[in-house]
């Protein structure tokens, strides 16, 4: 939960600014992105234990990289969640839901090519994270029109949460 707080949050955040028409929502997007690349680079091998060996260290040009990786997935879905279309809906979430999560773990594993996952655990990376995908711009949809920031705030936290013990249960299998 350490590495993805800050991108659920400054997504979040931009979104409900973004739909009271502030211009400067993609800082918090963008600084959300940031602080989790960072937190992620520096994380990373704690989560895999193991396979500490195998990872590179922490790199400037490791940030970069994963920051890069999830502006391309956070800027689509950040104009698709501050939308008001009438075609923008729960059933148009869960739809997207799955093709950016399923993405953004394909994406995930030719990134990191030195973990060489097992040819079972791939198709179960890409559920977990079409499964979190769901949850995620379901919670936005949620919570984005909340009138109590610090409640909305909890509320995305908690959704934070939930993706987290989701990618835990199905592709850490911690419990």
């Known amino acids: 939960m350490v590495q993805d707080l ?32 960072v937190m992620s680079v520096l994380t990373e091998q704690y989560k895999v234990g193991n396979l500490l060996r195998l990872l590179p260290p922490p790199t400037l040009t490791n940030v970069v990289r994963w920051f890069l990786m999830d502006m391309a997935f956070a800027l689509p879905a950040f104009f698709y969640c501050s939308t008001d279309e009438w075609w923008s809906n729960w059933r148009t979430d869960i739809v997207l839901g799955v093709v950016l ?27 977990t994270m079409a499964v979190a995908g ?42």
């Open 6 to 37: 800050p991108v659920f949050i400054g997504f979040f955040t931009a979104i409900r600014v973004r739909r009271r028409g502030q211009a400067g929502s993609l800082a918090y997007l963008i600084v959300g992105t940031a602080l989790t690349a």
């Open 101 to 127: 999560g399923a993405l953004y773990a394909v994406v995930q594993i030719f990134s990191a090519p030195s973990l060489s996952l097992d040819v079972f655990q791939i198709p179960m990376h890409l559920m």
């Open 134 to 175: 769901i949850v995620f711009l379901l919670g936005v949809r949620r919570l984005r029109d909340m009138r109590s920031w610090p409640l909305a705030l909890l509320g995305m936290a908690a959704c934070t949460a939930v993706c987290e013990a989701i990618v835990a249960v199905l592709d850490y299998q911690v419990f």
